[in-house]
């Protein structure tokens, strides 16, 4: 057990050694993976962003339920009833008198509205379900509109659909790209690794000769591999972390104006850690692949 | 020990480099294995060395049977052997005590420990001042010292050498020489290839010649 972990300690300082031996072309390589891996880690941010404010839009998730003008008292006792088992607490009442009071309230609307010669208004709830999924949004309006004495539902659900359907698309896209990226930091990878092992040829020679086993032989390269994608991944993390930086005041600008309180999320410490490994493993993936055919093309 | 009977060695171009080659080295032997150019003597100590198998025949080293080796046994035979090439096979890109260090990295020996063992064959092939030079630096004589070094390092049960003294001048050659008995006296088995297999004073050497890739006696 000692002997293995010093065995890679061992191999992950002479990973560490060739590197800093080429500091240019490994800071170069660096920078290359760093990039590759900031487009699909931005892309994944920038829809966890729009998915937070979707979600904190309120009026993406309210629905309002009229009752008929002509509705019982006992109705709309009912129908109260009903919504407070349905959603406790998650709804309020608006009489008809407070609607035409709201009304009046409306510059020049309070000669128009004493004018008239009764209410016209109905009695209405306005819901806001704490599910507020589209799926759901759309059981609850059709239940709802299937009361007594119920005149109307309005959701505005085809918004939600839309986003949630943009959402979804632009996951796709991310998701391609994310691939596309990957098979590009693994070339990289591939190119960069296959140079050290040919530059290495003489000592992998040496090594062979007096005893090296494949695994002593191949293991520096796979820490160079890994190493390369994990510091390529903290330059991705770095990257992401300045354009939030610099995009923050000017998004908290814009949602002020619109009277939100949205702030750009960053990236968090578990992120930062899943990009660092996708790195390192993508980084694997290509040191495994280039020093299996350039060893072999070796022999 | 090391049985070799019928063995035969034929190039891929068809060229017979070996021919029904049988003979017994005894552990703690020194045999000198002689012959002129292109006589067969590397092609024998490859096939000693699993660098290539014979093509037909059996040998056996240190218990194990060569020809019928798997590739993952490979590099633990080869660490039982201290292997000296005849083109040396020294790396020009690290100092002569990294050269030695390094079939102790292979073994995974703690870094404190070999560097006490590395500097102690340094040590005893009289290099130990020049530890942080470059190979390059070196005279042709320390650079075949140096390579025993890092032959012995491990502590081999057999050390075989490929012409070790073939561009030496007599000093030089005379203390390379001495080195090998050194070890044999300590009961390491010594195998060395050489064009001019001289007699060495007061020592028993056993001389094989080859021929044409034929044992002559
Ligand atoms: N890899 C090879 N492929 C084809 N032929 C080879 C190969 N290696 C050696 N030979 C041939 O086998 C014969 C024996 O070669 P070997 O190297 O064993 O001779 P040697 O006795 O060591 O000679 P020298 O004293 O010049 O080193 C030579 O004729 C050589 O041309
Ligand atoms: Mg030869």
Not at chain 1, 35 to 46: N, Q
Not at chain 1, 63 to 89: C, G, H, I, W, Y
Not at chain 2, 71 to 76: N, R, S, T, V, Y
């Amino acid at each position: 057990m000692k002997t293995w972990f010093r065995q890679h300690f061992a191999a992950l300082a002479r990973a560490s050694r060739r590197l800093l031996r080429a500091p240019l072309s490994t800071l170069l390589s660096i920078m290359v993976i760093g990039i590759a891996m900031t487009l699909p880690a931005a892309g994944y941010l920038l829809l966890d962003n729009l998915k937070a404010l979707g979600a904190s839009s309120t009026s993406a998730q309210q629905m309002s339920l009229f009752m008929e003008t002509s509705a019982s008292e006992k109705q709309v006792a009912e129908a109260r009833d009903n919504l407070q088992a349905l959603l406790p607490d998650q709804w309020r009442f608006v009489s008809r008198a407070d609607a035409l009071q709201q009304l009046k309230a409306n510059e020049g609307m309070a000669e128009i509205v004493s004018s008239l010669p009764k209410n016209p208004l109905p009695d209405a709830f306005i819901i806001e379900p704490v599910d507020a999924s589209p799926e759901t949004l759309e059981r609850l309006s059709s239940t709802l509109a299937s009361w007594n004495g119920v005149a109307h539902v309005q959701l505005d659900s085809a918004w939600i659909k839309r986003f949630d359907a943009f959402l979804r698309l632009g996951r796709l896209t991310v998701n391609l790209l994310a691939v596309i990226f990957a098979a590009g930091l693994i070339a990289v990878t591939f190119n960069t690794i296959r140079l050290q092992v040919l530059a290495g040829a003489e000592e992998i020679e040496v090594a062979r000769l007096i005893g090296a086993t494949d695994g002593f032989i191949r293991r520096p390269f796979y820490y160079s591999g890994i190493l390369q994608g994990g510091l390529g991944g903290i330059v991705a993390a770095l990257l992401i972390f300045v354009g939030i930086t610099a995009l923050s005041p000017s998004v908290a600008q814009l949602a002020q104006l619109y009277g939100s309180h949205f702030a750009l999320q960053g990236l968090a410490f578990p992120h930062i850690l899943a990009l660092i490994a996708c790195g390192g493993a993508l980084g694997f993936v290509g040191a495994q692949l280039s020093v299996s055919l350039a060893l072999r093309q070796m022999k | 020990m090391i049985v070799g009977s019928q063995l035969c060695k034929r190039y891929p171009g068809g060229f017979e480099a070996l021919k029904n080659v049988s003979f017994e080295i005894a552990g703690g032997e020194m045999v000198l294995i002689g012959g002129h150019s292109g006589a067969g003597k590397t092609t024998l100590l490859k096939l000693l060395s699993a660098i290539e198998r014979p093509t037909s025949g059996s040998l056996v080293v240190n218990g194990q049977n060569l020809v019928a080796l798997r590739h993952a046994a490979l590099p633990f035979l080869r660490r039982n052997l201290g292997l000296i090439f005849q083109d040396q096979k020294l790396l020009f890109d690290r100092t002569a005590l990294d050269n030695v260090l390094l079939p102790l990295e292979i073994i995974g020996l703690s870094p404190k420990e070999a560097a006490r063992r590395a500097r102690a064959a340094l040590d005893k092939v009289g290099l130990l001042e020049r530890e942080k030079a470059n190979p390059i630096a070196l005279s042709g004589g320390e650079q075949q010292r140096l390579a025993i070094a890092r032959a012995v390092v491990n502590r081999p049960t057999i050390l075989i050498a490929d012409e070790p003294t073939a561009n030496l001048d007599e000093e030089s050659a005379r203390q390379v020489i001495d080195l090998f008995v050194a070890f044999n006296q300590v009961r390491v088995t010594v195998i060395i290839a050489t064009h001019a297999p001289h007699g060495i004073p007061g020592k028993d050497v056993r001389v094989m010649t080859l021929d044409h890739g034929a044992l002559a006696s």
